[in-house]
């Protein structure tokens, strides 16, 4: 989830801000594309990118922009789902260690990046279902049976979501400061409560738009700690910059969708925290949370109170929301490892199922002989 920091002496009006007005705002596929292309091609790892069409049960085409790693790979796949006001190419920092050995796949959410915009209900749990249901239309499109899910912020909250409306589609869900969990009134954080107020009065990146082609300037100054994430292999600070700019200088039907699913204070109309236990019993997960995000991390404790045998917590050193690039070797050792877990575990159980099938066809063998003597 994309959260610049308060600088109270650049907020203006509210009265300037409209959703309706994104005629006027200099959204550019071109520059769009162009930034993502800078960023995808410092990455050593061969990669492919494209739309996949889906029709959602609503009855909508639509297109989710996909970045591809490593396909031919057997193991199981990983697919990456990025936060709020986000793309796919906030993963730069984890895309070539985690598909070194597996195939690996980032989307780009309805209504996100440079995926379609659709129009959602205005009804926070049908807003939810149809993008959960987008990345299952999007899975059969891709032929994947299984995969190991990994959500960062309200990516998190969709892709447990969707782990709990698709249960048999996930080997191990891996949360990543999630969004939506927290039942509690208040964030500790001051400055959180600051922007969720200011917030309630203005959509979300409205001030963004509005500000034309000062945005990515605003980004790089305001979102400096987000952007700065990525100065070992961005050397230009302004490509990271664009990029977050000319994702969210669309049609923000996602940010619409977004704002449906929010109560006061930034929490979920609908908690994660109340549906945790109907996610699938044997399904392991794996929850990180930054030592000093500014999500309300005791969450942690309650989901694993809830379901100690399938649920792991750990809290990041020196990390804040976006751990991924804040701690990126870190995390994508975590990942890795969960990763591997999960091949070995279906390795031990295709060993299993071999043994007893070759036991079916040794007793099926005395048997015959059996009754021929």
């Not at 594309?33 to 494209?50: D, N, Y």
Request: proline share 5%.
């Amino acid at each position: 989830m994309l959260v610049p920091r308060l600088r109270t002496d650049k907020i203006v009006s509210s009265h300037k801000m409209s959703l309706n007005n994104t005629e006027v705002f200099p959204y550019s596929e071109e520059k769009l594309v162009k930034a993502e292309m800078r960023i995808l091609s410092t990455l050593k790892t061969p990669h492919k990118t494209f739309y996949v069409p889906i029709k959602l049960p609503t009855g909508s085409n639509e297109k989710i922009w996909t970045i591809a790693f490593n396909t031919k790979s057997k193991n199981t796949p990983i697919l990456l789902v990025h936060g709020f006001a986000a793309g796919s190419c906030f993963w730069l920092l984890n895309f070539d260690a985690l598909a070194k050995n597996r195939p690996v796949y980032a989307l780009d959410l309805i209504g996100f990046g440079r995926s379609s915009r659709p129009e959602f209900e205005d009804n926070g749990i049908e807003a939810e279902k149809q993008i959960v249901d987008s990345i299952e239309e999007w899975r059969k499109e891709m032929d994947l049976e299984k995969f190991i899910l990994v959500g960062h912020s309200m990516g998190g909250y969709i892709c447990t979501a969707y782990t709990i409306d698709y249960p048999d589609r996930v080997e191990h869900l891996v949360l990543c400061d999630p969004w939506g969990f927290s039942d509690r009134k208040a964030y500790p954080n001051i400055q959180i409560k600051a922007l969720c107020y200011l917030y309630s009065k203005i959509s979300p990146l409205d001030f963004l738009r509005t500000l034309g082609p000062l945005g990515p300037w605003w980004i790089k100054t305001t979102c400096d700690d987000i952007v700065d994430n990525y100065k070992n292999v961005l050397e230009d600070r302004s490509i990271m910059a664009k990029y977050i700019y000319h994702c969210n200088a669309q049609n923000p039907t996602g940010e619409q969708a977004f704002t449906t699913m929010v109560k006061k204070i930034g929490r979920a109309r609908n908690p994660m925290i109340r549906r945790v236990n109907n996610l699938r019993e044997d399904l392991p997960v794996t929850i990180l949370y930054g030592k000093n995000t500014w999500m309300d991390k005791e969450m942690g404790k309650r989901i694993k109170d809830m379901r100690p045998n399938s649920i792991d917590v750990r809290y990041i050193d020196n990390a804040g929301h976006h751990i991924y690039s804040e701690r990126a070797e870190l995390f994508n050792e975590i990942v890795i490892t969960v990763s591997d877990s999960v091949d070995q575990k279906k390795e031990k159980e295709n060993v299993l199922h071999t043994i007893n099938d070759e036991g079916k066809k040794l007793n099926n063998m005395n048997n015959t002989s059996d009754k021929l003597n």
